[in-house]
């Protein structure tokens, strides 16, 4: 690992290493996809409650991975649209769609910044993102200026997302070790994934970026959006550090101080 200014090549890099992953998560006990085509539930129950009815609605998931977490609102009555880099992480959800029945869901290959190009110009109900998405992008501002451009009016979009605070703790979960305002690209040259396996490809550089909740919570007010809430977790979904005990999520013991694991915001268009 090493802290640099962006590389040039940052997409590229990152591209062929979420290509890499595709056949190691569509395996992957973690993802499940036999039990998601059998009907088990892709979306968490904070989503579904802060997001609520999506029936009849046209629904935008940015940076979709496989697909997984689309299709999940499709099965809850949306007409959605999700949009990638990766071009094989979008075939596997292309098939995905076929194998549930999802006949009207659209899956579209682009890089985040350029999906209004690339979507025509349409515009969304919801617009939904998050849980790992945010730190791959360097521009928070063009990413807030990208998203609030596809909602339409009388809409509204949703993130759901780590908590960057969490990224300040060591390797126990009991300690700050890291600066929370350090904004300088993270190269990491990694073979492993958050998935069981490791990706095979040589694809193994990432470049990662670390935004402040108020940064990223600023860069959608100055594109007009109306918040409606900022909500903070204290639990996150998989076992981050060590001390964390599965309850509803994996959040700290009893008497272990609290910090925030997860957040979600919910910010609309104006009709």
């Known amino acids: 690992m090493k802290k640099t200014s962006t590389p040039e090549d940052w997409l590229a890099t990152n591209r062929a290493n979420w290509d890499g992953r595709v056949p190691v998560h569509t395996a992957s006990e973690f993802y499940d996809i036999p039990g998601f085509v059998a009907g088990k539930e892709a979306l968490r129950a904070f989503e579904l409650a802060e997001v609520g009815d999506v029936t009849g609605k046209s629904l935008l998931h940015l940076q979709c991975h496989i697909g997984l977490d689309t299709l999940a609102w499709s099965r809850h009555g949306a007409t959605v649209t999700g949009l990638d880099f990766s071009a094989p992480a979008v075939e596997v959800a292309a098939d995905l769609a076929g194998r549930i029945g999802a006949d009207t869901a659209r899956f579209v290959v682009s890089d985040v910044y350029k999906a209004v190009e690339a979507l025509d110009g349409q515009r969304f109900d919801i617009v939904y993102t998050g849980l790992g998405a945010l730190c791959w992008l360097p521009d928070i501002a063009g990413w807030a200026r990208t998203a609030a451009s596809l909602v339409a009016p009388g809409g509204f979009l949703y993130l759901a997302e780590f908590h960057p605070f969490g990224d300040t703790l ?20 990694d073979p492993s994934t958050y998935t069981e396996g490791e990706v095979t490809s040589g694809a193994t550089m990432t470049v990662e970026w670390q935004h402040g909740v108020g940064e990223v919570l600023s860069a959608l007010v100055a594109e007009g ?41 919910r910010a609309s268009k104006p009709a």
Do not use: Q
Request: hydrophobic letters at 35%; zero cysteines.
């Open 170 to 189: 060591a390797d126990d979960g009991r300690t700050v070790e890291y600066d929370y305002f350090n904004r300088a690209a993270t190269v990491w040259d």
């Open 225 to 265: 959006l109306r918040v409606e809430f900022l909500h903070e977790h204290d639990f996150t979904l998989f076992p981050r550090f060590p001390v964390l005990e599965h309850d509803r999520g994996y959040r700290f013991p009893p008497g272990h101080p609290r910090v925030p694991l997860m957040y979600s915001i």
